[in-house]
């Protein structure tokens, strides 16, 4: 779900953003009640206002076209929605009290990337205003929370490889989409390299979707720091809000619990309480899968403290609007970043770790795949 926003005085787009993508059409948390086919063409709702469009005799029109070669424009093809035709827009007012901003309600396909062109035009001829942003997509996007593992404290900065650069990051701070290669915007504002471009690149590559991660982790930081009314739930119910829909949340999350010596039943009780604050904020109840993610070889020595938390994760996991995510724990000698550096994920430990999750997230949403690309 998207606001689209058109000055008619200085024709401008101010939503959706070039590089968005919008979360096409969510189903049910459980695998059985998904979407049947990896590349189904689920749709999307967006929102437009803009300036003075609601003054008589004057009509508002949308086309959405291919913005970049390929699949965007086979997905469109073979849509409800002709490539390049203007189709009118039913506007109301977005306030009685404004004339001046209007929203309308269109479907869009799953696909992307598209240009999105929308003109106002006189009904009796004369003179055109048109606006246009690119790209913007219909697919998939996904919650990241967590601790460092989740953000950029890997040894390699890696960059979307995509043929279309379909893989987009939301910035928690800005409000605006960029390209996802690292290091990604997280809050934490570490540099490093994360494990979320080779992931998008498997999902959008497999999916033949744009893919959006928006990243609120911080570093450092245990379930006890992620408690409802607290700063770091606080922003990302915000930042949640701000987005709309996505598929699920992406929790890489443990370590510091490890460090606490929190108990399995705290953290349990702690992640349940985190989740329904959540959902309350949010109006819906996206999927949340847990990384089994407790190892840190360069601070730690604890197998006790890590096979209690991993415990932990795995209860939880079993509870309703829950999920087991990646075991990450496993990705260990080479796929660790040395002492000297105190990093996470080698490059070859990013690599992994990115398949993991990629793999598991085509399991779980997309039964039908038969294996990653």
Request: glycine content about 10%.
């Amino acid at each position: 779900m998207m606001i689209l926003a058109l000055l008619l005085a200085d024709p401008a787009i101010l939503s959706p953003q070039p590089w968005q993508v919008l979360q096409r059409t969510v189903g049910s948390s459980s695998a059985a009640d998904t979407l049947a086919e990896p590349r189904g063409t689920g749709s999307a709702i967006i929102r437009l206002s803009g300036d003075d469009l609601l003054k008589p005799g004057m009509q508002a029109e949308f086309r959405l076209v291919p913005s970049i070669r390929g699949l965007a424009r086979a997905r469109l093809a073979a849509s409800n929605q002709p490539s390049g035709d203007w189709t009118p827009l039913a506007l109301k007012a977005v306030t009685p009290a404004d004339s001046k901003l209007a929203a309308a309600t269109v479907i869009l396909p799953a696909g992307g990337w598209y240009r999105l062109d929308v003109r106002l035009r006189a009904t009796a001829g004369g003179a055109v205003s048109t606006a246009t942003v690119e790209p913007i997509g219909v697919g998939e996007v996904f919650l990241i929370a967590g601790q460092s593992y989740a953000t950029n404290t890997n040894d390699e900065r890696l960059q979307v490889k995509d043929s279309q650069q379909r893989v987009s990051a939301y910035h928690w701070e800005t409000g605006r989409w960029q390209l996802a290669n690292d290091p990604q915007p997280a809050p934490d504002r570490s540099d490093g390299g994360s494990i979320w471009p080779p992931v998008g690149d498997r999902l959008a590559e497999f999916l033949e979707v744009p893919v959006g991660f928006v990243n609120v982790a911080v570093g450092g930081t245990s379930t006890r720091q992620w408690l409802p009314d607290g700063p770091l739930s606080e922003r990302m119910h915000r930042v949640g809000q701000s987005v709309g829909a996505f598929r699920a949340v992406l929790w890489q999350q443990g370590e510091s619990d490890v460090i606490e010596g929190t108990s399995a039943e705290d953290y349990v009780a702690r992640l349940q309480a985190i989740r329904a604050a959540a959902v309350a904020a949010w109006k819906s109840e996206p999927l949340w899968l847990c990384a089994q993610s407790t190892h840190h070889p360069t601070v730690y020595n604890d197998p006790q403290g890590e096979s209690r938390i991993r415990a932990a994760i795995v209860t939880v996991s079993e509870l309703p609007g829950f999920g087991l995510g990646p075991d990450t724990d496993m990705l260990t000698g080479p796929n660790r970043g040395g002492r000297g550096s105190r990093r996470h994920f080698s490059p070859t430990g990013q690599q992994n770790a990115a398949k993991l999750w990629s793999d598991l997230l085509i399991a779980r949403f997309f039964p039908s795949a038969k294996s990653t690309p």
